[in-house]
């Protein structure tokens, strides 16, 4: 079985201040990890995704995330938060690329202030 | 990238009323698409996967006869939610498995769902 953890429900940043979202996983097999940002009453768009090879992904406006087996982690981070990045989060996995069940965190709402 | 349509993003009905949301790839064949549930400020429940052709698999826990899927095209799939009650008012969301391009899901809109 898989799982998924999002330590904090809610992050607030100032804008231009370093975003740390904070995910862990268990999984019994080697996983595939994505990050998926959801606007107000829209779906999920995916922001990155790891398979396999570099360890460190980016991913679109800015994103990227680092994979840490040791830590079983996939962090995701952003240098300089904008306030367009005000949004909920989600951390996946998926134990065949996605292509199958995708188990998700119970997300991070991201706050982004002036 | 993939697009997926979804479609209504609003329904409002009638309580005993039967409700059904479409989910369509429009650039790229899905075998699976998949329907998930999301409750206010929580996370993303899988209800069942929709298999194109064949019968769908449902998690446990999700009535069968309740949440109707149709997967009859390979970018077509249809969740029809039956007889709706009010606690069957939700965020349904589905996501469709791009085979041909790494195996990812890209998902649809949404529909809100409101049950009077």
């Known amino acids: 079985a898989q799982s998924v953890t999002q330590l904090g429900s809610h992050v607030s940043v100032s804008e231009g201040a370093l975003v740390l979202l904070r995910c862990n996983y268990s999984?019994?097999?080697?996983?595939?990890l994505f990050w998926y940002v959801q606007y107000p009453n829209q779906g999920l768009q995916l922001l990155l995704k790891?398979?396999?090879?570099?360890?460190l992904v980016k991913g679109i406006n800015g994103f990227e995330a680092e994979f840490k087996k040791s830590e079983t982690s996939f962090h995701l981070t952003k240098p300089s938060a904008h306030m367009s990045d005000a949004a909920e989060y989600f951390c996946a996995v998926s134990d065949l690329g996605g292509g199958n069940k995708l188990t998700f965190g119970t997300g991070t709402q991201l706050k982004v202030e002036l | 990238g993939a697009v997926v349509s979804q479609h209504p993003s609003w329904v409002i009905c009638k309580s005993g009323t039967s409700v059904k949301i479409e989910c369509r790839s429009l650039?790229?064949?899905?075998?699976?698409m998949f329907w998930y549930r999301q409750f206010p400020k929580q996370s993303l429940m899988l209800m069942a996967t929709?298999?194109?052709?064949?019968?769908?698999?449902?998690e446990q826990g999700v009535e069968k006869d309740k949440f109707l899927i149709n997967h009859a095209s390979l970018t077509l799939s249809t969740l029809t939610v039956t007889s709706a009650h009010p606690e069957d008012s939700s965020f349904y969301i589905c996501?469709?498995?791009?085979?041909?391009?790494?195996?990812?899901?890209?998902f649809g809109a949404g529909t809100r769902l409101s049950v009077l």
């Open positions: 996501s469709a498995r791009d085979g041909g391009g790494g195996n990812i899901q890209y």
């Open positions: 999984s019994s097999v080697p996983p595939y």
């Open positions: 650039d790229f064949q899905a075998t699976t």
């Open positions: 790891y398979t396999t090879g570099a360890t």
């Open positions: 929709s298999n194109e052709g064949s019968k769908a698999t449902y």
